[in-house]
């Protein structure tokens, strides 16, 4: 199984997380950690089907916008890995 | 409160400084404990907004590097960047595209005096100032 990790900024228990979740894509890991832990994180990170633009998502640390978004592929051992962008003027 | 060691405090200044008249960004390491904060040491990351004059934004593979450096370290206390020439406060951007609550996001300023370090933590809806001091040791 994959696993996600957030930092405590996207974690509804207010800590980092690291858990492993079902699925074979993004997009089903995120559903799967959903059904698990609320749907915090989605309402966070998706819009629309795909990554909101000031969210970065990335598998063993490459940009999943680099790869097929939200329908990247994952398996054992794979990381996905939510981060905020952080920008502003 | 956020707290300072000098060497830090000095770093996201002289970052400032050599980053004029295009704003500069980076991640702020240390210790979080609820309101108090104190920042340790800092790690710089490169502004690729298409408008680095006006806006930052942080170059994402820099940035998850930056948080991964910061965490072996500590905790993530929060974000600084510049305004070139003010104001002192976060703008209308800032408050727009802010989204790690909890986190405190620090500007200097530049201006036309001298250096001026604030810090707001983001609530997850607004700004809310807090105390800047340096450490004397």
Known sequence: MPTVRIPAVLSETGGSRNVEVDGDTVLAAVHAYTEEYGSELEDNVLGNGEVKEYINVYVNGKDVRD??????????????????????? | MVSFTPDAYEEIIEHAREGKPYEICGVLGGRRDGDEARVEFVRRVENVSETPRVNYLMEPEDQLAAIDDVEERGDVVGFYHS???????????????????????????????????????????????????????
Do not use: C, K, M
Request: hydrophobic share 30%; no cysteine; charged share 30%.
């Open chain 1, 67 to 89: 790869i097929d978004g939200v329908d990247t592929q994952v398996g054992d051992g794979d990381e996905i890995r939510i981060i905020p962008a952080a920008s502003g003027g």
């Open chain 2, 83 to 137: 305004h070139p020439e003010g104001p002192r406060q976060p703008s209308e951007t800032d408050a727009d595209r802010a989204n790690w609550p909890r986190h405190s996001y620090v500007i200097v300023s530049l201006g036309r005096d001298e250096p001026f370090v604030g810090s707001w933590r983001w609530t997850g809806e607004a700004f809310d100032d807090e105390e800047v001091v340096v450490d004397s040791d």
